[in-house]
Each structure stands twice: as structure tokens, then as C-alpha cells.
């Protein structure tokens, strides 16, 4: 994924892992999340995920470096780990999104609060990578910024496509290795 932001370039790559985590008593996939900032490693994340048998899949946590712009550990702000500390899953995508679902994609007072409601389906998209059919579109917002929020774009069988945020910026896929 790539965007531009009022801190420079952005770059994002996504990775699924050959490894699992059990996050209370379920085995999740984890998927590494890498943020790029004006070309320097900004944050390192892995990201826990499980479906269950209805298709939809849950956010069980999350395990962050947020790192200076040289390169060291900065910190593990918005760390989480559902039955930890009173932390909760929450639904990362619904199996059978309609207009107007609304849901918490993650739960940990004061630190990970992320919600998400189903805006649109039925979108016709394009980004760098191609044209999708069937798309949704979300908004997702968290209670601990009030003014901040994000519109989603997910494309069947591959997932987030694009996001729009609250000031205009933009990030969009481009590429599947």
C-alpha cells in the first residue's frame, strides 16, 4: 500500500506469517504489518487474526514497535491481546457485511477502541492494482480521537483495497507479491 502523508511518503507492506499465536485458547494466523514514513521503518507490528464458523473474522490482538526515525524502539503503544488485562476480540471483517453494521474491531480501554460501521456495498473500485467489483465501504473511527476517522474500501477475496481519511489523505494498494 502506498499514500502520502503530512509526514512524507507512506509505504505499507503486509505479510501472513508461517507462524501461529494462541490468543485464549484459539490458534490465530499472524499477519506483520510494516509502516514506511518518508522511507524510514516507522512502526512493526504483528497482528493476530482467527475466523470462525460463520466466516467472520476476529481481531485477537496486536504486538507494535513504534520506532524513531532512527531506528530505534520508540515504544509499544496500542499493544493488545484479547483476555489480557480486561482486553476484548473484536470483528476485524463481517462474513456477510450490510449497510448499517456496526461493530468493535478491537477492545482495550483507553489504549484500543477501533469501531467500524458498514457504509456501502455493491462499489465498483479502482486502485494501482485493479478494478474490484462488490466492494464495501466502511467508516471506522475510534472513541480516544473523537475527530479522526476513516473510510475503508475491502474487495472480495483480497481485502482492504483503499482508505480515505478524515483530512483527505489517501492510501491504496498496489501491488500483491
Given amino acids: 500500500y502506498e499514500g502520502q502523508t503530512d509526514e512524507g511518503a507512506e509505504r505499507t507492506e503486509v505479510e501472513r506469517l508461517d507462524i501461529a499465536k494462541t490468543v485464549m485458547g484459539i490458534t490465530c494466523v499472524v499477519v506483520r504489518d510494516r509502516v514506511w514514513l518518508a522511507g524510514k521503518l516507522h512502526e512493526d507490528t504483528d497482528d493476530w487474526f482467527a475466523q470462525d464458523k460463520g466466516g467472520n473474522v476476529w481481531y ?28 476484548k476480540p473484536g470483528i476485524n471483517m463481517l462474513a456477510n457485511p450490510a449497510v448499517g453494521n456496526a461493530y468493535r474491531q478491537e477492545y482495550y480501554f483507553n489504549e484500543a477502541e477501533d469501531q467500524a460501521e458498514v457504509l456501502e456495498t455493491g462499489l465498483t473500485l479502482t486502485v494501482p492494482y485493479g478494478t474490484f467489483q462488490n466492494c464495501i465501504k466502511t467508516k471506522e473511527w475510534t472513541e480516544l480521537e473523537p475527530d479522526a476517522f476513516e473510510y475503508k ?15 483527505g489523505e489517501e492510501t491504496v494498494l498496489v501491488g500483491i507479491q
Fill in 60 to 87: 485477537m490482538g496486536e504486538d507494535v514497535d513504534n520506532l524513531n526515525p532512527d531506528g530505534s524502539l520508540k515504544d509499544h503503544t496500542g499493544s493488545w491481546e484479547a483476555g489480557v488485562d480486561g482486553a
Fill in 153 to 167: 474500501f475491502y474487495a472480495p477475496g483480497i481485502g482492504f483495497i483503499k482508505s480515505v481519511s478524515a483530512d
